[in-house]
């Protein structure tokens, strides 16, 4: 199922309207709203925080926001006409969200966002074509064959995203299947 995503100038039940504490995660354009982003509720007379629906987008350690998540004084997190779509979740779901560096706010911080690449792997059976969960992988950098991730794999099969700045990197996976003895030496 789909649903639209908290942007940017989004508004609420209670009448505030609710800016993005973040700049450079959006979708053509339209910044995303995350858990902890907040406004002054003019009904409420007090500073309120949108609360974590889900974990199935998330954007620099913090879940997306989505219409109709609630904030700490009751307030609901209303559509705004120019929207963002995501799938909601579910095991067969996967997000495909476009992050940028955008010039909001550029008058008043200085714009130091650097080029940001980030992968994603989703660990499968070759034969039974099932996903992988808690499997022990290591992403490697193929240029210095330094250990750049190490963990296992969530219940949907995938690993953490790994973020690698300034320059594209090339990344070598390796699964290691602990379920099984190893041959003696």
């Known amino acids: 199922m789909s649903k639209d995503f908290g942007i940017h100038g ?19 354009g339209n910044l995303f709203l995350r858990a902890g982003d907040g406004f002054a509720c003019p009904k409420c007379k007090t500073w309120s925080t949108l609360i974590k629906s889900n974990d199935h987008v998330i954007f620099d350690g913090k879940a997306v926001a989505y219409v109709g998540d609630k904030f700490t004084c009751g307030a ?14 579910g095991a067969s779901s ?12 550029s008058n008043l911080v200085e714009d130091t966002a650097k080029e940001i690449h980030k992968i994603q792997f989703k660990i499968i059976d070759e034969d039974s074509q099932e996903l992988l969960s808690d499997m022990l992988y290591e992403l490697y950098s193929k240029e210095s064959g330094e250990l750049l991730v190490q963990g296992y794999t969530d219940e949907h099969g995938m690993t953490a995203i790994y973020e690698s700045e300034y320059q594209p990197e090339a990344i070598e996976l390796i699964t290691l299947d602990l379920s099984k003895t190893l041959d003696p030496l």
């Open 76 to 89: 609901t997190l209303m559509p705004k006409q120019v929207h963002v779509v995501g799938t909601s979740g």
């Open 10 to 28: 989004s508004t609420t039940s209670h009448g505030g309207t609710v800016l993005s504490t973040q700049s450079r995660s959006s979708q053509m």
């Open 94 to 105: 996967t997000s495909s969200i476009s992050t940028k560096t955008t010039p909001l706010m």
